[in-house]
T-cell receptor, first 111, second 116 residues
Framework: GQNIDQPTEMTATEGAIVQINCTYQ??????LFWYQQHAGEAPTFLSY????GLEEKGRFSSFLSRSKGYSYLLLKELQMKDSASYLC????????????FGQGTTLQVKP | EADIYQTPRYLVIGTGKKITLECSQT?????MYWYQQDPGMELHLIHY???????EKGDLSSESTVSRIRTEHFPLTLESARPSHTSQYLC???????????????FGPGTRLTVL
C-alpha cells in the first residue's frame, strides 16, 4: 500500500508555531498536497510540494524530503481559526492525478 | 480556484429510497472525483471521471453509480439507500497541472447523507 501517516491530534497555543508531520511510501511518489478541513466543511487547498525544500505561503509553510518520504506543514502565529484538521495527500505516478489521503491531524488551538 | 457546487448539503432519507447527489463545476475542468468521508476518518475515492463519457471506480468499493454526460455535471446515484451509506460525500474537480506539476483538486462543500 501507500500508507500515509500523520499524528491524529495536536494541541498548540494561540500565537505559537506548530509543525504537523506526514510520512509516506516513496516508491512511485509524484507530489504531496496539504489541505485544511474545518469540521463539517470541505477540504481547502493549502500547498503542493513536488521538489525537495520549503514552500512558504504567508503563515503556512510546507516542507518536502523526497528521499526520506517525509513532509511537514508549519503553521506560524497560530490563530484560533486555525483549529481544524490538516490532511496530507499524495499522488503516485500511474495514478494520473488521484490523491491518496492520510487520516488527517486534528489541531486544537487554545487561548 | 474552481467554483464547485453540491446539492443537497444535507439529506435525511429512509431505507430503500433512490437518491441522486448533484455536483456541478463552472471552470470547465475535465477531471472530477467523488469521495466518501466518515467522521474523523480519511477521504476515500469512490468514483472519478477524466471527461465526458468517462467514469471509473475508485479505491473504495461503493454501491453508488455515476454518470458524466456533460463536462460540468457529475451526479452520484444510490439506487436503494441503506443505513451503511450514511456518510459525507465530497465532490472535487481538478485543473491540469502546468510545468510538470500534477493536478490540484478543489472540493465542493459536500453532502451529508443520513439514511434511517
Amino acid at each position: 500500500g501507500q500508507n500515509i501517516d500523520q499524528p491524529t491530534e495536536m494541541t498548540a497555543t494561540e500565537g505559537a508555531i506548530v509543525q504537523i508531520n506526514c510520512t509516506y511510501q516513496t516508491s512511485g511518489f509524484n507530489g504531496l498536497f496539504w489541505y485544511q478541513q474545518h469540521a463539517g466543511e470541505a477540504p481547502t487547498f493549502l500547498s503542493y510540494n513536488v521538489l525537495d525544500g520549503l514552500e512558504e505561503k504567508g503563515r503556512f509553510s510546507s516542507f518536502l524530503s523526497r528521499s526520506k518520504g517525509y513532509s511537514y506543514l508549519l503553521l506560524k502565529e497560530l490563530q484560533m481559526k486555525d483549529s481544524a484538521s490538516y490532511l496530507c495527500a499524495v499522488t503516485y505516478s500511474g495514478n494520473t492525478g488521484k490523491l491518496i489521503f492520510g487520516q488527517g491531524t486534528t489541531l486544537q488551538v487554545k487561548p | 480556484e474552481a467554483d464547485i457546487y453540491q446539492t443537497p448539503r444535507y439529506l435525511v432519507i429512509g431505507t430503500g429510497k433512490k437518491i441522486t447527489l448533484e455536483c456541478s463545476q463552472t471552470m470547465g475542468h475535465d477531471k472530477m472525483y467523488w469521495y466518501q468521508q466518515d467522521p474523523g476518518m480519511e477521504l476515500h475515492l469512490i468514483h472519478y471521471s477524466y471527461g465526458v463519457n468517462s467514469t471509473e471506480k475508485g479505491d473504495l468499493s461503493s454501491e453508488s453509480t455515476v454518470s458524466r454526460i456533460r463536462t460540468e455535471h457529475f451526479p452520484l446515484t444510490l439506487e436503494s439507500a441503506r443505513p451503511s451509506h450514511t456518510s459525507q460525500y465530497l465532490c472535487a474537480s481538478s485543473e491540469p497541472g502546468t510545468g510538470g506539476k500534477t493536478d490540484t483538486q478543489y472540493f465542493g462543500p459536500g453532502t451529508r447523507l443520513t439514511v434511517l
